[in-house]
């Protein structure tokens, strides 16, 4: 597609349940970031790919977050027993080599309850 | 460490007004700036970046940005602001590490408008 596209847009889940969210990044782009960003808050870096391997994941907050991105395109964050103050929007962005064309997707806003 | 700060919170203009919304970054070299435009229920969509150059860029929509190496600043600016400008602001830069970079956001400045 033209742009980064992140499934599903809204999931509301239960507290402790395991959720997956979906990033198909613009074709050709190698660099994959997630992001999330809280109520009233900039996006905040979780994890960046480039090709297959995780580059950088310094920004997972524990290790209920895992990411992978197995062939270099799509890319699933995975958060296992989820806490309410997991909730938040979840952006992924994809760009090609270099500092410019970061393009972002419109994000997945998760609910935990 | 790559960081920056927005210090307004909430803004408020009247339609027509001028705008201004501060950013200021901290970083060892040239920085790589951005500012992005967040509607409610939007992805972040690009107003304007800085690479090197001419310190005063135009961006789309109307947006321009200044960039003032003496004060680690680069504000956004509009002329005059109309109603669908109400949004969220955010101002970045590029943190590079190891062969890679990233986006460093800020907090963001949500701007309101008066009809």
């Known amino acids: 597609g033209a742009g980064v596209s992140q499934t599903p847009s809204n999931k509301v889940t239960e507290k402790g349940k395991y959720v997956e969210l979906r990033c198909d990044p613009i074709s050709g782009h190698t660099a994959l970031y997630w992001y999330r960003q809280s109520l009233g808050q900039g996006p905040e870096f979780l994890i960046y790919?480039?090709?297959?391997?995780?580059?950088?994941d310094s920004g997972l907050p524990n290790d209920r977050f895992f990411a992978v991105r197995p062939e270099g395109s799509v890319s699933t964050l995975k958060i296992q027993r989820t806490e309410r103050g997991d909730s938040a929007v979840y952006l992924c962005?994809?760009?090609?080599?270099?500092?410019?064309?970061?393009?972002f997707g419109s994000g997945t806003r998760l609910t935990v309850v | 460490a790559q960081s920056v700060t927005q210090p307004d919170i909430h803004i408020t203009v009247s339609e027509g007004a001028s705008l201004e919304l501060r950013c200021n970054y901290s970083?060892?070299?040239?920085?790589?700036l951005f500012w992005y435009v967040q509607s409610p229920g939007q992805g972040l969509q690009l107003l304007l970046k800085?690479?090197?150059?001419?310190?005063l860029f135009q961006g789309i929509k109307g947006f321009e940005a200044e960039f003032k190496r003496s004060q680690s600043s680069f504000n956004l600016r509009k002329p005059s602001v109309h109603w669908s400008d109400a949004a969220e602001y955010f101002c970045?830069?590029?943190?590079?590490?190891?062969?890679?970079?990233?986006?460093?956001f800020g907090a963001g400045t949500r701007l309101a408008v008066h009809p």
């Open positions: 962005a994809s760009s090609p080599q270099g500092v410019d064309g970061y393009t």
């Open positions: 790919f480039q090709g297959t391997g995780a580059a950088d």
């Open positions: 970083y060892g070299a040239t920085p790589y």
């Open positions: 970045a830069v590029v943190f590079f590490s190891g062969g890679y970079n990233k986006l460093i």
């Open positions: 800085y690479f090197s150059g001419d310190t």
